[in-house]
């Protein structure tokens, strides 16, 4: 197997490296300009904000999404290592252009890749061919192969091999080039994605624990060895760091903890099981056995091939160890250093010691809540992992081999190579049915092979017409330069933490759908949000355009242009009153493309609310005239400080069913509101979940209805109104309304709570209908 030279060698694996990709990803390689592999969702969100910014956008300024702010583009996965030079090529850059770098950027990955982890195969002493075999296993088997289907930026799987390779050739030589390589590599890596950043700094710290685990030598001869590499890395974040503060104008705003810190770990069934895999698919379908993974945040299936191989290993190290044989099945080319690292990379990704309840742990290193998505740093356990079992399985093949026992060796290999090729099968599946969608998608996202029988005034689409945004507008006497920005209802804003308005995901991918297919077609920016640590004051701001006719509108007033939104309203979703409000002062296109289309003057919005606000303000409804129960607490003996009123109730009064009252309504399903303020924390992302019950003349609960503060699009600073509709049978009697999180302490403060039918107006305490009465008014 060793019978070339290892120039000959590495030139075979390039090339083969090359075909494989090829065939692995189909048509991302032979056909990239024709490519989007989703259209929501974070897939959607990630190719629209890569596009609109390498398109129309310029420098470090993203634009195409909430509107009129914008966003720094490093927070909006929009690779900003190539979309920031693409932007200064304005005029020559085409949808097709950036497509082809994108996916030819990630395609060379695949190949790096299987190089990199060629040459450490090699240099653990396997030849060229099973090391050729095993590399390209590992590559297309690798967890962030699942990045092509939404997360491209973290589809880039060369980083890690390579930092595999230049920190095992640093081990060896101890030459300072090495972590220069690292530290180039390293401000390359972060402008695609900053977690390829984190993830280099726990590889240097895993390294430094496992050098002072297993070298003998003195303190300082360590601590001298391990500090270029933790300086090549940390500078990197460092530099990073500073980057940032000085070209983000809302760094201080932004949140300092992410929501859902141990939400994307690594579970067991996550290194052990995968759907993708043929065997794993027959113990689904025929067996009562359900608890395989499906992929995610914290997926790294190692394979059956590398978790027998590693199982076996370690089985006779333990028996060796035993019988203080000191000889193990671990060769002296693979250092214990190694596994020490993965395992302290996979305790890390599974959120060891946080999952413990020592999530307090995390205040002495604030810069890594920001990476939330623990599970990704389980990406170092796979490659050392996986390495180790190749190295493994040839191992037993050379040990067998030179015990003249050919059989047993020839088994040994091809058991172990085929397994392992059999199983990739499926990711192979997963890779092209994803091209071959990403196919058809650019068709639809373009409309370059939609159809639409549907009349709009005097323009009928024919059946061999392609129909685009464009041309829709131009049958109602409208371009694209008529209007400043698009509006997608139902409203959107995540980002921030804080607030996740239109947290139903199946609607919000929906949504992001048809704002990127109109943002991209018209080149107009979006209102809504779907990004990343977005700032709060900003975030706050941008919300209120969905709050109704009684809550401020801030970002109506920042507007440098008196140009219409253009209004979509989804199919297949439901607005409540607060967001039909909008639809009403709008005026109605028709219906195109899976969503219905109106044209929103802001000038029209502001006449709106000033007349709502005016006409309530001097024409109060009074109590008899509500048709219906209501009921309200102000909270003014509370001791915390409140700015609706003389108090409001501190968190140490509150318990955990915040009301329980009588409450009838006047006819069936009627429609009410329930909203409440709660004072939130500032420095991280918790807010109340509330449970409104509604119970019979027997004290049974007849219906539950959610009010999640993180979808509240009003507030006061960081008092935020929690609100939602529902609709109340004749049957119920009594209203309950409970904190479902209350042991986790999401407020300071709770204030003016109150509960009315839907179509009446109240003011009470300076506040209509429960916001904050503009004080032109009073």
């Given amino acids: 197997m060793n019978n070339i030279g290892s120039k000959t060698g590495l030139l075979i694996t390039i090339v083969f490296a090359i075909a494989v990709t090829t065939f692995a990803l189909g048509g991302i390689v032979t056909h990239p300009w024709h490519m989007m592999t989703e259209l929501g969702a974070d897939g959607g969100k990630n190719i629209f904000t890569y596009l609109y910014h390498s398109l129309y956008g310029m420098g470090l300024w993203f634009t195409g999404m909430n509107y009129p702010y914008g966003e720094h583009i490093v927070y909006t996965d929009g690779q900003p290592l190539l979309s920031v030079p693409l932007s200064y090529l304005k005029g020559h850059v085409t949808i097709e252009s950036a497509l082809t770098i994108m996916w030819w950027a990630i395609s060379l990955s695949y190949v790096l890749s299987i190089v990199y982890c060629y040459k450490i195969l090699v240099q653990f002493k396997v030849p060229w061919l099973p090391a050729m075999l095993f590399a390209a296993l590992i590559s297309l088997c690798s967890p962030q192969l699942m990045g092509i289907s939404g997360h491209y930026a973290l589809a880039y799987c060369c980083f890690l091999p390579m930092l595999f390779y230049y920190t095992l050739q640093y081990h060896l030589t101890g030459k300072w080039k090495y972590p220069a390589f690292i530290f180039i590599m390293g401000c390359i890596s972060i402008l695609l994605h900053p977690y390829f950043a984190a993830v280099a700094l726990i590889w240097a710290g895993g390294y430094t624990l496992g050098h002072f685990f297993t070298i003998k030598a003195g303190i300082w001869p360590k601590i001298k060895h391990v500090l270029p590499l933790l300086i090549s890395t940390g500078a990197v974040l460092v530099l990073f760091g500073i980057f940032m503060k000085v070209t983000d104008p809302f760094a201080k ?60 290993a370690m089985l006779i190290a333990i028996r060796k160890l035993i019988s203080k044989d000191p000889a193990t099945l671990l060769t002296p080319t693979f250092q214990p250093i190694w596994l020490i690292m993965a395992t302290l990379a996979l305790l890390f990704g599974m959120g060891v010691p946080f999952i413990w309840h020592m999530e307090w742990l995390l205040d002495y290193a604030s810069a890594f809540r920001q990476f939330r998505t623990l599970g990704r740093f389980s990406w170092i356990f796979y490659y050392i992992i996986t390495i180790y079992g190749a190295v493994v399985i040839y191992s ?59 009349q709009w005034g005097e323009f009928v689409a024919k059946p061999d017409e392609i129909v685009s945004w464009q041309e829709f507008l131009a049958a109602h006497n409208y371009t694209k330069d008529s209007f400043q920005s698009i509006l997608v209802l139902p409203f959107f804003a995540t980002g921030s933490e804080k607030l996740w308005v239109c947290s139903d995901e199946n609607i919000s991918a929906w949504s992001v759908a048809m704002a990127a297919k109109a943002g991209i077609q018209l080149h107009l920016p979006v209102v809504d949000i779907m990004m990343s640590r977005s700032s709060w004051v900003q975030t706050f701001k ?115 069913t915040i009301c329980d ?24 992302y918790k807010s109340p979940d509330c ?61 003016e709570l109150m509960i009315r039918p839907a179509d009446s107006v109240m003011i009470s305490n300076g506040r209509i209908n429960n916001h904050w009465l503009n004080r032109r008014y009073e």
């Fill in 396 to 454: 037993l093949y050379a040990r067998y081999l030179a015990n003249n026992k050919k059989t047993i060796a020839y088994a040994i290999i091809t058991a172990g190579i085929g397994i392992w090729t059999i199983e990739t099968n499926g990711y192979l599946k997963r890779s092209r049915n994803a091209a071959k969608e990403g196919y058809n998608n650019y068709n639809i996202f373009l409309s370059k092979s939609e159809l639409n029988n549907k």
């Fill in 691 to 751: 449970m409104l019950y509604a119970l019979n003349s027997k004290n049974t609960i007849i219906d539950s209805f959610p009010a999640r503060s993180i979808e509240s699009v009003d507030n006061f600073g960081v008092w935020l109104r929690c609100n939602a509709y529902f609709t109340l049978s004749a049957a119920t009697r009594h209203i309950r309304c409970r904190m479902l999180n209350f042991a986790d302490q999401p407020c300071l403060a709770m204030d």
């Fill in 661 to 684: 009252v009588p409450l009838t309504p006047v006819k069936d399903n009627q429609l009410y509101e329930f909203s409440c303020w709660f004072r939130t924390p500032e420095d991280n």
């Fill in 542 to 656: 941008q919300v209120k355009i969905a709050g109704g006719p009684y809550a401020e509108k801030p970002m109506v007033n920042d507007l440098h242009s008196n140009k219409p939104f253009l209004l979509l309203h989804t199919d297949y979703s439901t607005l409540n009153p607060d967001q039909q409000y909008l639809l009403n002062l709008s005026k109605p296109l028709g219906h195109f493309l899976h969503c219905t289309v109106y044209v929103c003057y802001p000038e029209q919005i502001k006449k709106n609310d000033d007349y709502y606000n005016y006409s309530a303000h001097f024409s109060c409804t009074n109590a008899n005239s509500i048709k219906g129960n209501f009921y309200f607490d102000h909270f003014s003996k509370g001791s915390f400080h409140s700015p609706f009123n003389d108090g409001a109730m501190p968190l140490k009064e509150i318990k955990e």
């Fill in 253 to 312: 705003e932004r949140p300092a903890m992410p929501f859902g810190m141990l939400a994307n770990c690594t579970h067991i069934k996550d290194i052990f099981s995968s759907v993708y895999s043929p065997f794993w698919g027959v113990v689904k379908d025929h067996t009562r056995f359900t608890k395989i993974s499906a992929g995610g945040e914290g997926f790294i299936y190692l394979g059956l091939a590398v978790i027998f191989a590693v199982g076996y």
